[in-house]
């Protein structure tokens, strides 16, 4: 059973920083893709940061670039989004969510953007900024 547990959420105000963790135990995990999409309160879940099964390809939203960091260590079976200069319109649920599909072709470069290229999704973890 491949089970994203996420990590790392809290509140904190406008400007600071939080890491995101999510754990994956599975012996797979250095096989699949990662990514992060988040839920505020009212509003569709949306993508936020996703990286290749390898670590070298990486894509972020665009409220996310400049912001937010992915990375993974595939022997630890974690990845990481770090989240810097917080906002407000930042508080929502955050889903650590991995996919089968390791890499994005090049016929599909926006692969990741879809919640349907993933296959298995953490719980959340509640990530809150007050102003």
């Known amino acids: 059973q491949v089970q994203p547990v996420e990590s790392g959420g809290g509140l904190v105000q406008t400007g600071d920083s939080l890491r995101l963790l999510c754990t994956v135990s599975?012996?797979?995990?250095?096989?699949?893709?990662m990514g992060w999409f988040r839920q505020a309160p009212g509003k569709e879940r949306e993508f936020v940061s996703a990286i290749d099964w390898r670590g070298t390809t990486t894509y972020y939203s665009d409220f996310a670039e400049g912001r937010f960091s992915i990375s993974r260590d595939n022997n630890k079976n974690t990845v990481s989004l770090q989240m810097d200069n917080l906002r407000p319109e930042d508080t929502a649920v955050y889903y650590c969510a991995a996919s089968r599909q390791h890499y994005a072709p090049a016929h599909s470069p926006n692969l990741y953007y879809s919640q349907s290229a993933f296959d298995f999704w953490g719980r959340g973890t509640q990530v809150s900024v007050s102003s």
């Open positions: 599975h012996y797979m995990f250095s096989k699949y893709a």
